[in-house]
């Protein structure tokens, strides 16, 4: 476990970061699509939490019964209710709407209360999921392609499904359209970015109104140069490809393009074979480049009309943190970094000796201002910003418990805010890779990947894990 742990740390960019001057600037390019009718499906409603089974109270009280003083409660733990297939089942999410943590796996969602782990509802589709947009919006909604058919032999997943987290209902459904002889292309890049939800793949793309289904627009017209997939927020970013006779030298762009009507407002093209990463942050916009033929690797921190403000410098190997894993690759923006209006924490890659460390970058410069010391029995990563703090995530590493800690501006050193008990740092160093979410003090751990020979080793996975005081 501890080696499958190492090996996806330091699966990341190279030591050679290179500074990424590109042309930028506003444009006048073309990049229209045409709206066609919706098409909906009736909605239906989640099933209640009747029959479903509670938090297993038995090995939370085993964990519990070892704490020390000082440790954090384990507040509840969740095992695997959902029947999976042979393959095992991805866990989308987490999504936190209110009081409530959302995962979905195969098909079905639930909705588990941040308080005591029970079931608030429970929603199953009527095929597989095949990708799901990274946030909610604001009011709770997201969207997903799921398969045409269940148990289909191919991933034929050209349907999008809008579900309401808040209430466990879904709403309306749309086919995706078929831009092409060449649209057959499934990695759906599924972004929100107010009422806009995008799906985005190779060589075309396709965006939706978020409120009904609508679509907006789609592959742009009279461009040689399409995007193929975005990054949504406060802001729709998209990352667009240019033909080129070298596939070696691919040639790409970043832009910012109107969410109603999809057409560019500026681009930023990157130097000739570099491709669009991971976008780290949306607004102040920072992304993530790679050259995999010279092996380069870098970050631009680009301001709001597209000019450059400045490139990344450092030395290090760095873990971003990014899901690339076929669940949700064409996700630009499924990373563990955190920035905020002047900063950026990059962790660096984990080395048996030493650990890693979280670096800060000044977004106004590009240097290093800070290092976040960690350590050697542990894996140290940035998790949010809260009061204009920094909240480090200390994960579990060769039998030494994990923590959250926080870390002030300007500082380097992290104050402990959750230390887990001795007693669960078994169960807990299986979620080290894993999504975790830190709200309203409880640290919940979600498991990313669902796997078990027999419906009952399935049935043995635990999948949530909180901690609180």
Request: hydrophobic share 35%; charged share 25%.
């Amino acid at each position: 476990m501890v080696a499958a742990v190492v090996a996806a740390l330091l699966a990341v960019g190279g030591v050679t970061w290179y500074a990424l001057d590109g042309r930028e600037g506003r444009t006048d390019d073309k990049a229209t699509g045409s709206t066609k009718p919706t098409s909906s499906a009736p909605s239906t409603g989640p099933s209640g939490p009747a029959g479903a089974p509670p938090p297993d109270a038995v090995d939370a009280a085993r964990y519990n019964a070892g704490r020390a003083p000082g440790d954090a409660s384990v507040l509840w733990v969740r095992k695997n209710d959902i029947d999976v297939t042979t393959l095992g089942g991805d866990v989308f999410g987490p999504w936190l709407v209110g009081d409530a943590v959302v995962t979905a796996m195969y098909r079905t969602f639930t909705a588990h209360s941040v308080v005591d782990g029970t079931v608030r509802w429970r929603l199953t589709l009527d095929t597989e999921i095949c990708r799901a947009s990274q946030s909610a919006s604001p009011d709770g909604r997201i969207v997903l392609a799921v398969k045409d058919v269940l148990h289909a032999e191919t991933d034929e997943c050209r349907r999008l499904q809008m579900v309401d987290l808040r209430t466990g209902r879904t709403g309306w459904q749309q086919k995706i359209v078929k831009e092409g002889n060449f649209d057959f292309f499934h990695e759906y890049s599924i972004a929100i970015s107010g009422d806009t939800v995008t799906a985005g793949r190779h060589g075309y793309s396709t965006a939706y109104r978020l409120s009904d289904g609508k679509q907006l627009f789609g592959r742009w017209e009279g461009s040689d140069c399409q995007p193929y997939a975005y990054a949504g927020g406060p802001k729709l970013v998209a990352a667009v490809s240019c033909p080129t006779s070298d596939a070696d030298k691919p040639q790409e762009e970043i832009h910012e393009v109107d969410p109603v009507t999809g057409k560019s407002r500026w681009k930023y093209r990157l130097p000739v074979g570099y491709r669009v990463g991971h976008v780290y942050s949306v607004r102040p916009l920072v992304v993530s480049a790679t050259n995999r033929a010279a092996g380069g690797f870098g970050i631009v921190v680009l301001n709001e009309d597209g000019t450059k403000r400045t490139s990344l410098k450092g030395q290090d190997q760095y873990a971003d943190g990014c899901s690339d894993d076929v669940a949700h690759k064409g996700n630009l923006q499924r990373c563990k970094v955190v920035a905020d209006d002047t900063t950026l924490y990059l962790a660096t890659a984990w080395t048996k000796d030493k650990g890693n460390d979280i670096v800060a970058f000044d977004l106004r410069t590009g240097s290093e201002v800070r290092r976040i010391p960690g350590s050697a029995r542990h894996i140290t990563t940035p998790l949010r910003m809260e009061g204009g703090s920094l909240v480090v995530r200390i994960a579990a590493m060769l039998g030494e418990p994990g923590s959250l800690a926080t870390v002030a501006p300007g500082t380097t050193k992290p104050v402990e805010i959750l230390r887990i008990p001795r007693s669960a740092a078994r169960v807990e160093a299986r979620f080290s890779d894993s999504p975790a979410l830190y709200a309203d003090g409880r640290y919940i751990l979600v498991k990313g990947v669902v796997v078990g020979s027999t419906d009952a080793e399935e049935r043995e996975v635990q999948t949530l894990l909180a901690f609180g005081k």
